[in-house]
């Protein structure tokens, strides 16, 4: 059974830093990995989709990194700004289906 | 816009009741899904759709029943409605034969009184 796990649970950062979050996933038999976002009150918003061929993927300020054989994922923010505070959710396909499961996600806060 | 569209927004009701939360995508995607996101902000898979066709029922309870009129639409209703129904519900599609990247609605707030 595919179980997802985001550390840390909540990162509150001044503005300008730099700053990883980190995802760990138990079956490393997946073909794809997607970082999102979610704003209080509102939607997902898809980040960045590594596939299981690459290592890493680039958007912005923004960078994910894969690391099939050990499990583990993280995403990277380059000079973090206030509107970058959110939720940040990893998720993997299951084996079976296309169904996402979920880490419980990183609560990141930038202060201005 | 291209996007995966939801209504209502809110959704507040009396426990019993029956109720239907609609989806819709114009991305052109064969896929589509019904996740579940609780009080403590777990996001869960219920149903998935490929092609209308029911591919993933994920332990829901019948009272929950998906309906996928067209590769474009996937509806939720919900009979009898309970308190621990309340939720955000949020509906997603992807193109599974391409990179299968989930893009997702604005959710339904769903209360149960």
């Known amino acids: 059974k595919q179980e997802v796990t985001q550390i840390p649970a909540a990162l509150s950062v001044p503005e300008g830093e730099n700053l990883v979050l980190n995802c760990s996933f138990t079956?490393?038999?997946?073909?794809?990995l997607q970082w999102f976002r979610q704003d209080p009150g509102k939607g997902l918003t898809s980040l960045l989709l590594i596939q299981s061929s690459q290592r890493e993927q680039t958007s912005g300020r923004l960078n994910a990194s894969l690391d099939k054989s050990s499990g583990r994922s993280t995403l990277y923010i380059a000079a973090s700004q206030p509107g970058d505070s959110a939720t940040y959710l990893c998720a993997v396909p299951h084996e079976y289906g296309n169904k996402l499961v979920f880490g419980a996600g990183t609560i990141l806060r930038v202060k201005s | 816009d291209t996007a995966v569209s939801q209504t209502p927004k809110y959704l507040v009701t009396q426990m019993g009741n029956d109720k239907s939360i609609k989806c819709e995508q114009n991305?052109?995607?064969?896929?589509m899904y019904w996740y579940k996101q609780d009080s403590k902000k777990f996001l869960k898979i219920m149903f998935s759709y490929n092609n209308k066709e029911l591919i993933i029922n994920e332990t829901v309870p019948n009272r929950f029943s998906p309906k996928s009129p067209d590769k474009a639409h996937l509806n939720l209703h919900i009979n009898s409605l309970e308190l621990g129904d309340s939720a955000v519900y949020f509906c997603a599609s992807s193109q599974v034969f391409r990179d299968n990247e989930q893009f997702f609605g604005p959710g339904t707030r769903l209360t149960v009184l």
């Open positions: 079956d490393s038999a997946i073909y794809n």
């Open positions: 991305l052109g995607h064969d896929t």
